[in-house]
């Protein structure tokens, strides 16, 4: 077997501090598998983590590692790849962080899609606190901060990355190994924000409560609860593991309209003196004209010329070249109506 | 060529004299136009990196996290966004980023009165996030001095690896002076650190030893840490022993003021001799002692209820007398007579 992998691991600070069981040393044993299968290293490589169990990973890693406050991993990430966008970025964090403190910046990151790859430690529980209730606790599951229960649904992460495109989800778990290895491997491919949602055992603070033995027994209730899906998917069913992804649609812009109006000769309009315009000021069930650049307009159609309350500049049968310069919208808007004669 | 410029536009300036490449943001006035400015500045230029973030922790987390790439990095805010970004400021101190955070002060606490100018938070830059930090702190009062000052503190932050805060006020961040800012040359001092993607190392905010490995159960090594990072603090500071001081002969008063009230009772320099701290923090005590010892009276003249004074107070280990403008209400003739009713009552 191919050990070399263990050259991105800081095996000196070992042995690490998660607990016999724990799903996140698999987690962190595959995606150094996979960096060390495309060849990165700490040269091109950065590893930005949050805070809890899972924070604690990018400090194993053999790479220039971020340990960010609890719930900024993204934010880090996606700065580190903006100014340095030679190296690849990998997040890797938990549920809480990611789900809870850093709700936000999960929404936000993933809207701005910098090319990092994030890797969710989701045990659905906050570990290194001692067992409380997480975002993503099943309705019902006791905790020592939920004692009868979680009252509130758990939120879908699934669906949050999922609801425009561009975006890469994948669900796996930590037992379906050959799964994980895939789902790491196409994330770190992924062009853009992806984000690889881990579903993990936290045996000792977790499973024990909910009368798991070993965490051997929790494994085979991931394999109970989920079911791998292949193929390309757009969205992934909560029983569902696997990849779902989208790329942006290319939209094709509408072009704008362009109407050709027939060329009209300054001699063919009809000529008004500025004493004849004054008079089309809208009184006595008459148009009402005014003057752009020696041509005369019928704005009788404008609501902003008619009534007490009209606007400051929209003065009836008067030339209103100069008012342009002060208007809040271009000359266009003038040219939308019928030109009715050339002022003299 | 000598032109109308603002508080606002010298801070930015300034930052990209001093070679910034990153600014993260939130707009919040009166700094807002610090990120208007980055915005249409990295418009036109690639070199310059710029985040409209989707909070101020999100802004002051990604202004850290740009140090750490190699970038020098900024942002700018106002309180409520600055209390916001505490927990970031703690973070860059522990991880020894080298930034520039900009705090347009306005009337707090919390929303405040959106946007009257106010002086209330200095506390907030020394003891705003958990646990022991040695930041420092300049505060301008006019618009050149923006424009020199935010140089001074991206060469104070490489110098003393920590995010460096500089403080204006709505008054200050809005001002418009004519000034050249071509005219105006700064040192500038280059990184001093190791960008991300060239070692092994961890950077954490977790205690943790010389190379980077976490310990957090051993007193010994967080000293060691902690007076390593003191001592290259006070280094840093030593060098900006900034402050002006206008001595008025046969005056018993001292008045002490900084930022725009300094600018504001400046005309009652032929009545009282009057000092102005630029470095806010570290408290300038050596200074303060020396100028404060031959005078009677010490008043001190501030936008908050005496958080400079408290630390005047203990600095010269003296009581002084305080006239704190609050809300927003700046006027010399209030400031007049908040200070002979001082002095009155003082016996003079």
């Given at each position: 077997m191919d050990r070399s992998y263990k050259e991105l691991l800081k095996l000196r600070r070992f042995p690490h501090t998660w607990c016999p069981g724990c799903g996140i040393g698999a987690v962190l044993k595959n995606v150094a598998m996979a960096i060390k299968e495309l060849n990165w290293n700490y040269q091109n490589t950065v590893a930005v983590s949050g805070i809890g169990c899972s924070g604690r990973m990018s400090g194993y890693m053999n790479l220039d590692a971020v340990h960010t406050p609890h719930g900024r991993p993204l934010t880090a990430a996606e700065t580190i790849k903006t100014v340095r966008p030679d190296l690849n970025v990998i997040v890797l964090s938990g549920d809480g962080d990611l789900g809870s403190i850093g709700g936000n910046h999960l929404l936000h990151t993933s809207r701005r899609n910098p090319d990092i790859t994030v890797f969710c430690n989701d045990n659905e529980i906050y570990g290194l606190t001692g067992g409380q209730a997480g975002p993503t606790t099943p309705k019902g599951t006791k905790t020592i901060t939920s004692p009868r229960g979680e009252p509130y649904l758990p939120l879908r992460l699934g669906r949050i990355l999922t609801q425009q495109p561009p975006y890469f989800y994948a669900r796996t778990t930590v037992y379906h190994l050959n799964h994980l290895k895939t789902c790491i491997r196409e994330a770190l491919l992924w062009k853009g924000f992806s984000f690889v949602d881990i579903i993990s055992d936290c045996i000792e603070l977790n499973g024990r409560r909910l009368g798991f033995k070993t965490a051997h027994q929790m494994f085979k209730w991931f394999d109970q609860r989920f079911h791998i899906v292949e193929g390309e998917r757009d969205h992934l069913q909560e029983d569902e593991l696997g990849i779902a992804k989208a790329m942006t649609e290319e939209v094709p812009q509408p072009m704008e309209k362009v109407e050709v109006k027939p060329e009209i000769l300054m001699e063919d309009l009809k000529p008004f003196t500025l004493e004849e315009l004054q008079s089309f000021d809208g009184s006595g069930g008459k148009p009402i004209y005014i003057a752009y650049k020696g041509k005369v307009y019928d704005l009788s159609a404008s609501p902003l010329f008619q009534g007490e309350k009209r606007m400051r500049c929209h003065i009836a049968g008067k030339d209103l070249t100069k008012d342009m310069g002060i208007a809040p919208h271009g000359e266009d808007l003038v040219f939308k109506f019928s030109l009715v004669g050339r002022l003299e | 060529m000598k032109r109308l410029v603002s508080g606002n536009e010298a801070i930015f300036q300034g930052a990209i004299q001093a070679g910034a490449s990153y600014f993260a943001g939130y707009p919040i006035s009166p700094a807002s136009e610090i990120l208007q400015q980055a915005a249409l500045y990295s418009e036109e230029n690639s070199g310059f990196r710029f985040l409209q973030a989707e909070d101020e922790i999100a802004a002051a987390i990604a202004t850290i996290s740009a140090s750490l790439s190699g970038a020098k990095a900024f942002t700018a805010t106002s309180g409520p966004g600055f209390t916001l970004m505490q927990e970031a400021l703690g973070w860059g101190h522990v991880i020894e980023a080298p930034c520039v955070f900009v705090n347009s002060m306005r009337v707090?606490?919390?929303?405040?009165?959106?946007t009257q100018p106010a002086q209330s938070d200095l506390l907030q830059i020394k003891a705003g996030s958990a646990g022991d930090y040695y930041p420092i702190a300049f505060y301008p009062n006019s618009v050149e001095e923006c424009f020199r000052l935010t140089a001074t503190a991206f060469n104070a932050a490489e110098e003393s690896l920590s995010p460096i805060i500089l403080l204006a006020d709505a008054f200050l961040s809005h001002l418009y002076e004519m000034v050249d800012l071509e005219r105006i040359t700064v040192e500038v001092t280059p990184r001093s650190k190791e960008p991300l993607g060239s070692g092994q190392r961890l950077f954490t905010g977790t205690a943790h030893d010389k190379i980077g490995n976490v310990k957090t159960n051993d007193p010994v090594v967080y000293r060691e840490w902690l007076w390593e990072v003191k001592g290259r603090h006070d280094r840093a500071a030593e060098k900006y022993p900034l402050f002006e001081y206008l001595p008025r002969k046969n005056s018993e008063t001292l008045l002490i003021a900084f930022g725009i009230t300094s600018r504001i009772i400046s005309s009652l320099k032929d009545r009282f001799s009057i000092f102005r701290p630029i470095r806010i923090y570290p408290v300038l005590e050596k200074e303060l002692k020396e100028m404060t010892q031959s005078y009677r009276h010490i008043i001190v003249v501030e936008g908050s209820d005496g958080q400079y004074a408290s630390w005047v107070e203990c600095a010269i280990c003296r009581k002084v007398m305080k006239v704190p403008c609050l809300g927003g209400g700046f006027k010399l003739k209030w400031i007049q007579n908040q200070i002979e009713e001082c002095l009155k009552g003082a016996g003079r």
């Open positions: - | 707090g606490p919390s929303t405040g009165m959106p």
